[in-house]
Structure formats: structure tokens, C-alpha cells
């Protein structure tokens, strides 16, 4: 078996020092009531205080059936979805 160099939060760590370093945000411990959709693209999400963040690419760890049964609703359709390596 194989163990991440400084446990599965230095994996974490990792991503969110790349994100932030080209510009982006992470917000952890956030909680998102739905992603923000205008003609079938997403462009933000609403978090549950009512506070609304916009970004170009949302990127959702809620998994298939959250993401798009309860974040978008089942009657979104979006134009471009890119799957993760998790697929």
C-alpha cells in the first residue's frame, strides 16, 4: 500500500496552494444551497447565508446525485460537464 508524503491533507494542501496561486478561491466548510445557472451554463453559487459567489468554473465534491439532484435540480441541463479523474 502507498500513503501520501505527509498524510491525505497534504494532497488537499497541494490542490488548494495550486488553485489559489492561478487566481482562484477555495471556500471550505461552506455550504452551498445551489449552483447559480443562467442558459445552461453554470456562473456561481448561492451559499446557505443567501451570500452568492461567481466564477467561471464551479467545481462540486458533493458527488453525481447531490450535484445535480439537489444543487442544480433535475430539470438543469448544462451545455459542458467535464467529468472528473474520479470517473
Do not use: D, M, W
Request: hydrophobic share 35%; proline share 2%.
Amino acid at each position: 500500500a502507498c500513503f501520501p508524503e505527509g498524510g491525505s491533507g497534504a494532497i488537499a494542501r497541494t490542490i488548494v496552494s495550486e488553485i489559489t496561486k492561478r487566481g482562484g478561491v477555495v471556500a471550505h466548510s461552506a455550504e452551498v444551497s445551489r449552483i447559480l445557472t443562467r442558459n445552461g451554463e453554470a456562473y456561481g453559487v448561492e451559499l446557505s447565508t443567501g451570500e452568492e459567489s461567481y466564477a467561471s468554473q464551479i467545481v462540486s465534491s458533493a458527488g453525481l446525485r447531490n450535484t445535480y439532484g439537489v444543487l442544480l435540480g433535475q430539470e438543469e441541463k448544462l451545455k459542458k460537464v467535464i467529468p472528473s479523474s474520479g470517473y
